[in-house]
Nanobody, 115 residues
Framework: QVKLVESGGGLVQAGGSLRLSCAAS????????MNWYRQASGKEREWVAN???????NWSDSVKVRVTISRNHARNTIYLHMSNLEPDDTARYYC?????????WGQGTQVTVSS
C-alpha cells in the first residue's frame, strides 16, 4: 500500500525558509517521479516542483530559484526546501506520485507566510 506523509509546514515570516518532507511507504521514492503541489485557499491546486527517478528536477516559474528538492534514500523521503518565502506561498503543500496507473497523494502540510 502506497502512503505519503508530508510534514514540516508552519508559520514563517516573509523572507524565511522551510523544509517540507514527504515520507513514502509502499514504494521506493528515489525510483519514482515525486511531485509537490500546493493549494491556496479558494484557488486550484497547482504543481510546484518534481524530482524524477533519474534525479532531474523541475520547478514552476512561481517558485524557481527559491526552491530545491533533495532525496534521502535511507529515509525514503523527499524534501522541498523553500527559501525567501513570500505571503503568496501560503498554501497547503502536497506530495504526489504516480504508481501503476494511479496517483497517490499525501494529506498535505500547511505553510503560512506572514508579511
Amino acid at each position: 500500500q502506497v502512503k505519503l506523509v508530508e510534514s514540516g509546514g508552519g508559520l514563517v515570516q516573509a523572507g524565511g525558509s522551510l523544509r517540507l518532507s514527504c515520507a513514502a511507504s509502499g514504494i521506493v521514492a528515489s525510483r519514482m517521479s515525486m511531485n509537490w503541489y500546493r493549494q491556496a485557499s479558494g484557488k486550484e491546486r497547482e504543481w510546484v516542483a518534481n524530482v524524477r527517478s533519474d534525479g532531474t528536477t523541475n520547478w514552476s516559474d512561481s517558485v524557481k530559484v527559491r526552491v530545491t528538492i533533495s532525496r534521502n534514500h535511507a529515509r525514503n523521503t523527499i524534501y522541498l526546501h523553500m527559501s525567501n518565502l513570500e505571503p503568496d506561498d501560503t498554501a497547503r503543500y502536497y506530495c504526489k506520485t504516480p504508481f501503476r496507473g494511479d496517483d497517490y497523494w499525501g494529506q498535505g502540510t500547511q505553510v503560512t507566510v506572514s508579511s
